[in-house]
């Protein structure tokens, strides 16, 4: 062991000594072993002191609960730590690199936070008079001017609630329009290449359309010979939905000839935009011949997801989709900003309401905070930087790993199992990463690549942080190229071992139950 001139120690013991350290309580270091709540439970204890209730009897004419409520007693000290040391069992944005490729977890700037914790913006309700909110529809109407500049499209729908819910909306409005020209009964083709996230063919699905699978190339993009040969019959075709830049991390280079294309034959081009990160204020999906697009604000915008919020996915129209926009919507005119919220006079032809009410507020004030926080100029270097974190990923482990298609990537990085030893497979490389610190890449998707792992790294980390990531990463794939069998017992040092995720998925057990009186009665 390193020692300082002190005599303290200044490296961290090997993990296999660290293993074999059993304690009585089952905690480790200073990470506290903890049940569940239902566990900890002592009937009677309560965090709150209420007084007794006056006079005898009861007004509640018989219906009071002859059994108690199913809730856990616990005082206040022991709810909070509960729910600390889950959080510490927790990995975070807020604790290191989340390389969760096609999810862009990059930094929440608290700046954010503390704009949407605005009692102007916190504290008010949907079901208030319109004249007593106006900064907040101002504020939603604001977004939409960025969101409309930044994309170069002339509408957007607000109200989605995810990315896959914009999805929704934009397939909706293809419908809609489909209807309006009399041809929804016979255009039924959506055409959605293999590498797709799994919520497009979906929602093509969810919306009547029959899924039509297009092939990728050896380059990872679009095959145009067979998009061309699934185009020849034409008139049964609605459109595509298409990621750009793909979920194989590759900028779609044909795309003005698949618009053009699917233009041609009748059909719209919905694009999905999750990936817009990449190509904030670099690049105009409406200069690119795009009908719809989603935007995650919770991805490109750093409103927070996973554990920690909601999402929010307004969806980008064009001219011939803006028409059939869902309600409710912003305009404003000379009294001020308004919510359009029936399907008639100017939204006469909208297919109708998506979300009770006009979407997530709070996600809109964080993201417009993030907007005007970077400004146009940051905006794109949140692009550049982006891409070029991924790329720096990418060359320095591309003679480790085996990278899945030549030449540059744009935001994340794409490795197959190729290098692995027999035995070995990608899931064994994504545990061991937890052993060292890190969340897992995203495993076995896109499905197009044998093996694969989708490495994103976000605008939002150092070169420091790049490089340990990265030394981490290169010290499992060697082992894994080498065969080392350790890797298929990992993780080691987790609070949870390896898992039958089979039985987990396939049998979830979801509910606690009780353990049996007898049982109870005999401790
Ligand atoms: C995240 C993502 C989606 C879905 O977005 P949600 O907000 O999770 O519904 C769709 N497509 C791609 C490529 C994505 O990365």
Same mark, same amino acid.
């Given at each position: ?52 209730? /006056? ?28 729910? %600390? ?20 977890? /990059? ?183 795009? #009908? ?26 064009? #001219? ?50 993030? %907007? ?62 937890? #052993? ?47 065969? #080392? ?39």
């Amino acid at each position: 062991m390193t020692m300082n001139s002190s005599g303290r120690p200044t490296a961290p013991v090997a993990a296999s000594d660290i293993q074999s350290v059993e304690t009585v309580s089952g905690s480790k270091g200073l990470s506290q072993f903890e049940p569940l709540i239902f566990e900890t439970d002592r009937w009677g204890k309560t965090g709150v002191d209420l007084p007794k209730a /006056k006079g005898k009897a009861s007004r509640l004419g018989g219906v009071e609960r002859s059994v108690r409520p199913e809730l856990p007693g616990l005082s206040e000290p022991e709810t909070i730590r509960h729910y %600390m040391r889950l959080s510490q069992r927790n990995y975070a944005i807020d604790l290191g690199l989340f390389p969760l490729g096609s999810c862009t977890m /990059k930094h929440n700037p608290r700046l954010n936070e503390k704009m949407a914790r605005l009692p102007g913006f916190a504290d008010i309700h949907p079901m208030q008079p319109q004249a007593s909110v106006q900064g907040a529809l101002e504020l939603i109407d604001e977004l939409a001017t960025w969101l409309k500049t930044l994309t170069g499209m002339p509408a957007v729908a607000m109200s989605p609630k995810a990315g896959a819910h914009g999805e929704l909306c934009g397939m909706l409005a293809i419908r809609a329009a489909l209807q309006a020209r009399g041809e929804s009964e016979t255009r039924k083709r959506v055409l959605v290449p293999a590498s797709a996230h799994g919520t497009n063919p979906a929602t093509a699905a969810q919306c009547g359309f029959i899924v039509d699978e297009i092939d990728a190339n050896a380059r990872g993009r679009v095959d145009m010979d067979d998009l061309r040969a699934k185009l020849k019959k034409s008139d049964d075709v609605a459109g595509i939905m298409l990621t750009n830049p793909n979920t194989c991390g590759l900028f779609e280079t044909d795309i003005k000839e698949i618009a053009d294309l699917i233009h041609a034959a009748g059909g719209y081009f919905y694009c999905d935009g999750a990936n817009f990160n990449a190509i904030v204020g670099r690049v105009r999906p409406g200069d690119l011949g795009v #009908d719809a697009m989603h935007i995650n604000l919770h991805k490109t915008f750093s409103t927070p997801h996973g554990g920690g919020g909601p999402g929010s996915g307004p969806t980008v129209l064009s #001219d011939a989709l803006a028409p059939f926009a869902p309600v409710p919507f912003v305009i404003k005119d000379g009294n001020g900003f308004h919510l359009i919220e029936e399907t008639e006079a100017e939204a006469k032809d909208s297919f109708g309401r998506m979300a009770s009410f006009h979407g997530q507020m709070g996600m809109f004030v964080r993201a417009l905070t993030y %907007m005007l926080s970077h400004g146009a100029d940051g905006l794109k270097q949140v692009a550049e930087d982006a891409v070029l974190n991924a790329n720096y990923i990418q060359a320095k482990l591309k003679t480790i790993m085996t990278p899945a298609f030549d030449g540059y990537c744009m935001h994340e990085a794409l490795f197959s199992d190729k290098f692995t030893a027999e035995g070995i497979e990608t899931i064994d490389i994504a545990k061991a990463l937890i #052993d060292e610190g890190y969340h897992p890449m995203t495993m076995y998707f896109p499905l197009v690549v044998h093996g694969a792992m989708l490495i994103e790294p976000t605008e939002t980390e150092s070169k420091a942080e790049l490089d340990r990531f990265c030394d981490s990463l290169a010290s499992v794939a060697r082992k894994a190229a080498q065969g #080392d069998e350790s890797l298929k017992g990992a993780p080691y040092l987790a609070p949870m071992k390896r898992l039958d995720e089979t039985q987990a998925a396939r049998k979830p057990v979801l509910k606690w139950t009780a353990p049996a009186p007898e049982q109870v009665a005999a401790e």
